[in-house]
């Protein structure tokens, strides 16, 4: 790859701390000892330190490379030092923009008349870079991660906070996340460090792809790392404390920001998606923000009407007034003693009426309903189905 026309601006050398005919086994060992010591991995939140170790990534993959530090030692000599340098007409230098290099006039637009129509950058050829790409290692987000936890019926209601065993990827302990066995990867050539490479699309319109020689990374490992095999990531398990908020229904998803696999290079971490699964309730049930329970009562308590007591969920039990005559199956509502909403304010407790029928009925209570039957003889409850069922 060629190398970009900024380069030539930067001593290299200078960067690395070695002369200029330093050997390849000099260049090596400055480069792994300022890697080790300015590595993103080793200096968290430090972005000086992050952008040293740009410089020394970008320095080590010219100079390492013997063909690409023949090129820019040919440029530096060319640009750097004197050669064609951009200065003001009739100040002793050459009156016309570094740009006219490359193909363009001032400030990369088209040359104006004849001058150097074809532009001297298509005479020193593979010397540059024309897509100006430079050499950055960029942070990288961490996965998304999936788990599950199952809740009982009443920590869904009202919210708790458990302990998840997550396994997910993470910076490699062994290489310090760099892929490389002595911790100094090289910025990949393909992508220049971005992960990133362009294809397609006409005119100034292009589409990206994470680089497939890098996988993304920006780094290529020279001596790739035994355990994650040059990738800089490896399986890690923890156990998080999270906190599963009030009112959750059975198979939600939530959405836990920041708490999935770490970056790499100082990026953020992915988020934690937890799909949430809710033990069923021996006397309760859920509807939306509403609980729902069933309440026994007597024929008589329905047919006179009363007080009934009915148990609420976590507290004290609710006194209701059930109407003379209500019917079997009828909701009762308690206000307030439902589910946690999102606003914090809590549904309702919707109580459905079961009359009880005795399975048996002796003495006196057998002679009551004896009684009864004979003074409703003359009512018959099914009379209007019949009357419905011929249509009338």
């Given at each position: 790859?060629?190398?970009?026309?900024?380069?030539?601006?930067?001593?290299?050398?200078?960067?690395?701390?070695?002369?200029?005919?330093?050997?390849?086994?000099?260049?090596?060992?400055?480069?792994?000892?300022?890697?080790?010591?300015?590595?993103?991995?080793?200096?968290?939140?430090?972005?000086?330190?992050?952008?040293?170790?740009?410089?020394?990534?970008?320095?080590?993959?010219?100079?390492?490379?013997?063909?690409?530090?023949?090129?820019?030692?040919?440029?530096?000599?060319?640009?750097?030092?004197?050669?064609?340098?951009?200065?003001?007409?009739?100040?002793?230098?050459?009156?016309?923009?570094?740009?006219?290099?490359?193909?363009?006039?001032?400030?990369?637009?088209?040359?104006?008349?004849?001058?150097?129509?074809?532009?001297?950058?298509?005479v020193f050829g593979g010397l540059f870079n024309r897509g100006g790409a430079t050499t950055r290692t960029q942070p990288r987000r961490g996965q998304d991660i999936e788990t599950e936890v199952t809740l009982k019926f009443t920590e869904a209601v009202d919210g708790a906070t458990v302990p998840l065993k997550m396994t997910s990827q993470a910076p490699c302990k062994a290489c310090s996340g760099t892929g490389d066995k002595?911790?100094?990867?090289?910025?990949?050539?393909?992508?220049?460090?971005?992960?990133?490479?362009?294809?397609?699309?006409?005119?100034?319109?292009?589409?990206?792809?994470?680089?497939?020689?890098?996988?993304?990374r920006g780094l290529i490992a020279q001596d790739p790392c035994e355990v994650c095999n040059g990738s800089g990531r490896a399986r890690s398990a923890r156990t998080m404390q999270v906190r599963i908020p009030a009112g959750v229904t059975d198979g939600q998803r939530i959405r836990l920001r920041g708490k999935g696999a770490p970056g790499e290079r100082g990026g953020p971490a992915g988020d934690l998606y937890v799909t949430v699964h809710v033990d069923a309730h021996p006397v309760f049930g859920r509807k939306a923000d509403n609980l729902t329970v069933t309440v026994p009562v007597t024929f008589v308590e329905a047919a006179l009407g009363g007080e009934i007591k009915v148990p609420t969920l976590g507290g004290p039990p609710v006194t209701l007034k059930l109407p003379p005559g209500t019917p079997n199956g009828r909701t009762l509502r308690a206000r307030g003693k439902g589910a946690v909403r999102k606003d914090g304010t809590r549904g309702d407790l919707l109580v459905s009426i079961e009359v009880a029928v005795p399975a048996a009925t002796e003495g006196k209570a057998l002679d009551a309903l004896e009684a009864y039957r004979e003074a409703t003889a003359d009512t018959d409850p099914r009379a209007e189905l019949f009357q419905a069922a011929k249509g009338v």
């Open positions: 790859m060629s190398i970009s026309r900024d380069l030539f601006e930067k001593d290299l050398y200078k960067v690395l701390g070695v002369p200029k005919d330093a050997t390849e086994a000099e260049i090596k060992k400055a480069y792994r000892k300022l890697a080790r010591e300015f590595h993103p991995d080793a200096n968290k939140g430090d972005a000086k330190a992050e952008e040293r170790f740009k410089e020394i990534s970008e320095a080590n993959d010219v100079l390492s490379d013997p063909k690409r530090r023949k090129e820019y030692d040919e440029g530096r000599a060319l640009f750097g030092n004197g050669g064609f340098r951009a200065g003001p007409a009739g100040a002793g230098g050459f009156g016309f923009d570094l740009g006219d290099l490359f193909g363009g006039g001032p400030g990369g637009a088209p040359p104006q008349g004849g001058g150097f129509g074809g532009g001297l950058g298509d002595n911790g100094t990867p090289r910025v990949c050539p393909t992508c220049v460090g971005t992960g990133q490479v362009s294809r397609g699309g006409s005119g100034s319109f292009s589409l990206t792809d994470p680089c497939t020689d890098c996988k993304g």
